[in-house]
């Protein structure tokens, strides 16, 4: 079946403008993550989605950074005004439910502030 | 804030040896851990979890050990093989929807 699906897979943008990075998890998942992976880093977590409850923004490092999920299924990880540390392979994960179970992870998005 | 490391950042080993990568984590309320392959250009990919009840769990030649009192976790890869040539993730869940995950270890398997 199909996968996590991301795009675009390569994004090269000047400072300054704004991105969005697109997020197609598994259908049926509730669950959907973003993380932020730099270059030989570990992942960092962004924000997370669980059905139709809030999201747990808490990883978002700065205001710039927004996601949101429509219909519980699509999301959309928006970085306005990017900065050049902001390159960095973006990944979506999702999940059947809620926590302690298995996070199938997309190809990520990487994302280069020029 | 919570913090995973691993203790080498490289490993190299012999087609068809057991391969051993470790984990420290500093969270002894640290309930649940997951170990992650992530081959060049791909996401990670789920291999093993363990919960804290335990101490280890075997999956198809790979095994998770945990040992508590020391906060460190191991996985290991029997018979390694090429096509385990990755970098490995630990990571931790404490509560709620984060996990921390350390900065990977990059497995090369000699043929």
């Known amino acids: 079946g199909a996968g996590v699906s991301q795009s675009p897979s390569n994004k090269v943008t000047e400072k300054g403008k704004d991105v969005e990075l697109r997020c197609d998890p598994i259908?049926?998942?509730?669950?959907l993550y973003w993380y932020r992976q730099s270059l030989g880093q570990g992942l960092e977590f962004l924000i997370y989605?669980?059905?139709?409850?809030?999201?747990?923004k808490s990883g978002l490092p700065s205001d710039r950074f927004s996601a949101e999920r429509t219909g519980g299924s699509v999301s959309t990880l928006t970085i306005q005004r990017t900065q050049q540390e902001d390159s960095a392979v973006y990944l979506c994960a999702s999940s059947l439910a809620a926590l302690r179970y298995e996070q199938y992870f997309g190809p990520g998005t990487r994302l280069t502030v020029t | 804030g919570e913090s995973v490391g691993l203790h080498l950042p490289t490993l190299s080993v012999q087609e068809g040896d057991n391969s051993i990568i470790n984990c420290a984590y500093s969270n002894s309320a640290s309930d649940y851990f997951i170990w992650y392959k992530q081959e060049s250009g791909k996401g990670p990919q789920f291999i093993i979890d363990?919960?804290?009840?335990?101490d280890k769990r075997q999956g198809q030649r790979v095994t998770v050990l945990l040992n508590k009192t020391v906060k460190h976790l191991s996985l290991q890869i029997a018979a390694t093989q090429p096509g385990d040539s990755a970098v490995y993730f630990c990571a931790e869940n404490i509560s709620g929807n984060q996990f921390y995950f350390g900065t990977g270890t990059s497995l090369t398997v000699i043929p």
């Open positions: 363990i919960r804290s009840n335990m």
């Open positions: 989605f669980q059905g139709n409850s809030a999201p747990d």
């Open positions: 259908s049926g998942h509730t669950a």
